[in-house]
């Protein structure tokens, strides 16, 4: 399993820019590293660590100001023939992080084939998140940023 984990900085300093906000912000986004959460999941997956700030699209700035969340995954390779980073986006401005095993359901993942990469494709066709991952047969926790929707989602297994 993976380690997954996000840091959102509370509105004043998303609209600000947590150095501009400084000492003012109640929840001390200012000292907030990436490295902080890299190294606390680091291992959680020691194959491959990875942070990827998601940045409001509708500026065509990508400073401090327009992020809305920063993505962290820490990789244990279980599946697939290689190992694949995470955050992983897709060409339509989706993110996802996910620790977790399809083991049956949909979607189908093929032998030799990475679940991260089968779930983001499935999720990337639909409309409706939540019943894409209700026909998910296995344990799972994941953080997605749905691009379309510009909404930020958190879900897990029913045992989770």
Not at 3 to 17: A, K, N
Not at 23 to 43: R, V
Not at 53 to 66: F, G, L, P, Q, V
Not at 133 to 146: A, Q
Request: charged content about 20%.
């Amino acid at each position: 399993m993976c380690g997954i984990g996000v840091f959102v900085p509370c509105g004043r300093c998303r609209s600000l820019g947590s150095a501009e906000a400084g000492e003012s912000c109640l929840f001390g986004c200012q000292h907030f590293q990436p490295e902080f959460l890299e190294q606390a999941l680091k291992g959680r997956g020691p194959d491959r660590v990875k942070s990827l700030w998601i940045h409001d699209t509708k500026s065509e700035s990508s400073s401090r100001a327009n992020r809305i969340a920063l993505m962290t995954g820490a990789v244990l390779h279980l599946r697939g023939d290689r190992v694949h980073e995470q955050p992983m986006p897709d060409s339509t401005g989706n993110v996802l992080l996910w620790n977790g095993e399809v083991w049956a359901g949909e979607p189908k993942v093929a032998t030799g084939c990475n679940d991260t990469i089968a779930v983001l494709n499935s999720l990337q066709k639909t409309t409706s998140t939540m019943e894409t991952l209700k026909k998910v047969k296995g344990p799972y926790s994941m953080i997605y940023w749905d691009n379309r929707t510009k909404t930020l989602r958190f879900s897990k297994d029913s045992l989770g």
